[in-house]
């Protein structure tokens, strides 16, 4: 069975100080993995798709990192607008559609 | 590119009666996913359809189902609703080809509160 962990649960910054969120998984093959940015009462907002150890990609203050066991979301001196719960997903290679398996999610707070 | 439309945004339901969620995917989106999401399991995974037909299922009971018609709208219904499926579901539509490894992209969701 396809499992994610995120860590930490919650977390709180000050503007300006960087950071890194986790997501540990375990998957029989790894299509894809997925990180989304979710504001409340709002759906996810996809971010980034990486599909291969060793694959990066950024977007503004963000950047994820993909290993062979877990992808980490790097926040480059986040700013308030960055507080938002931030969800890591992913696809099997076993799966012949779209299905994902989401982690718990990372709760970041940035206070100004 | 208008996104991921989803209706109602809000139902108010008892228990006992049933309930039908609609949602319409991104222009030239062929796969339509449903997921539900609480506090206490996080974001889970429903079923998916793909030309009109279901090609992946969650571990839900057989209450939850779903379909999807020839412009790929899609919609779930769930019958004998029960105060545990109170929970914002949310409709993800995708390119997705054959292999389905095309990023999802979520509409607002319909928050269900079951009384």
């Known amino acids: 069975e396809d499992q994610v962990t995120q860590s930490p649960e919650a977390l709180r910054l000050q503007e300006g100080e960087s950071s890194s969120l986790n997501c540990s998984y375990t998957?029989?093959?790894?299509?894809?993995l997925f990180w989304y940015r979710q504001d409340p009462g709002k759906g996810p907002e996809f971010l980034f798709t990486l599909y291969s150890a060793g694959e990066e990609k950024e977007k503004e203050r963000l950047k994820a990192t993909l290993t062979k066991k877990e992808s980490f979301l790097h926040i480059t001196a986040p700013k308030p607008e960055d507080s938002a719960t931030y969800l890591c997903a992913v696809q099997a290679k076993e799966t012949s559609g779209s299905r994902l398996t989401f982690g718990e999610g990372t709760q970041l707070t940035v206070n100004p | 590119k208008a996104g991921v439309t989803q209706t109602p945004r809000y139902l108010i339901k008892t228990r006992g009666q049933q309930v039908t969620l609609s949602c319409s995917p991104i222009s030239g989106h062929r796969s339509v996913s449903w997921y539900q999401q609480t506090p206490g399991q996080g974001l889970q995974f429903l079923f998916e359809?793909?030309?009109?037909?279901?090609?992946n299922k969650g571990n839900f009971p057989g209450r939850f189902s779903g379909r999807q018609f020839s412009n790929s709208r899609s919609e779930m219904n769930v019958s004998t609703l029960e105060l545990g499926d109170s929970a914002l579901y949310l409709c993800a539509s995708s390119r997705a080809g054959d292999r389905g490894e095309r990023e999802q992209y979520f509409g607002p969701g319909t928050r269900l509160t079951v009384t």
């Open positions: 359809y793909f030309s009109e037909t279901q090609r």
């Open positions: 998957v029989s093959g790894l299509r894809g």
